[in-house]
């Protein structure tokens, strides 16, 4: 029997670091996720342990490797990561960290709330030839209440839908994307163009953000947008509606240069 795939890991190591500095300090919050790939058949096959590093070993890891500068960017810290596991471990093929940063918002210099529920997203996949690095963002929440439309969509005997011509259109948005860039410019322009677009649907809408983004940062050359339509529904009171989460339309596609 032929064990054609294999990896293992430690998922939703939460960590966080303070960064004290002279008038201020810097807090950062994260999820970091670990898959290993590598020489393990052994494991599987005969419960060979001997090349098997311990998954609690991995998330001291994550804590022990905080205490560098490189955690102040979801992806420095996860290619510290990355190469740490490559260097240490020579049975290791491939390894891939994927890390959802919480935001804070700064008070003063020493205080935080709650940041927004979106979060910043790092996926990192690292060989000993090659790396491929991708940042994003999830769960991104927006909404409008004009500028968005359906209409003209097709039709079939099961269809009960009402044409809108002017809507009140929302999204949770995820979007990933490959090539350095500004990630706070990236998200503001996700958001303006979101605000901005004249939609005739949320496929439109995908796409002119997908294009705003390629057309405005030069070394993104591939972008993944999600944006699941968070449905309110009209009530029989005037302007006054009832929101759902399920089910909701869900809308996907990759832009390329």
């Known amino acids: 029997m032929k064990i054609a795939e294999n990896r293992y890991g430690k998922s939703g190591v939460r960590v966080a670091r303070i960064v004290r500095r002279k008038d201020h300090h810097d807090f950062y919050e994260m ?20 090349l098997v590093l311990p998954t609690d070993t991995m998330k001291n890891t994550v804590y ?37 940063a919480h935001l804070w918002c700064r008070q003063d210099p020493f205080s935080f709330t709650a940041g927004p529920p979106h979060r910043r997203i790092a996926k990192i996949k690292a060989t000993r030839e090659e790396m491929s690095i991708e940042s994003g963002v999830a769960g991104y929440l927006l909404l409008k209440t004009t ?33 350095a860039a500004n990630w706070d410019e990236v998200v503001k322009l996700i958001a303006l163009t979101f605000a901005e677009h004249e939609s005739k649907s949320v496929q439109h809408t995908l796409y002119a953000i997908g294009e705003a983004v390629l057309a405005q940062f030069r070394n993104i050359q591939r972008i993944r947008l999600t944006m699941p339509n968070k449905h309110y529904l009209p009530t029989k009171h005037a302007d006054v509606f009832m929101p759902t989460d399920e089910p909701h339309g869900l809308i996907e596609a990759v832009l390329t240069r």
């Open 31 to 50: 999820a970091v996720s670990i898959a290993l790939e590598g020489d393990f058949d052994s494991s599987y096959r005969e419960g060979d342990n001997s």
């Open 64 to 100: 022990a490797l905080a205490e560098d500068p490189a955690v102040e960017e979801p992806e420095s810290f996860a290619i510290l990561l990355a190469r740490h596991f490559l260097g240490h471990l020579r049975h290791v093929t491939s390894v891939k960290i994927d890390i959802y």
């Open 147 to 179: 500028g968005s439309a359906f209409e003209g969509f097709l039709r079939d005997q099961h269809t009960t839908l009402p044409e809108a011509w002017d809507r009140l259109m929302a999204t949770s948005l995820d979007a990933i994307w490959s090539g």
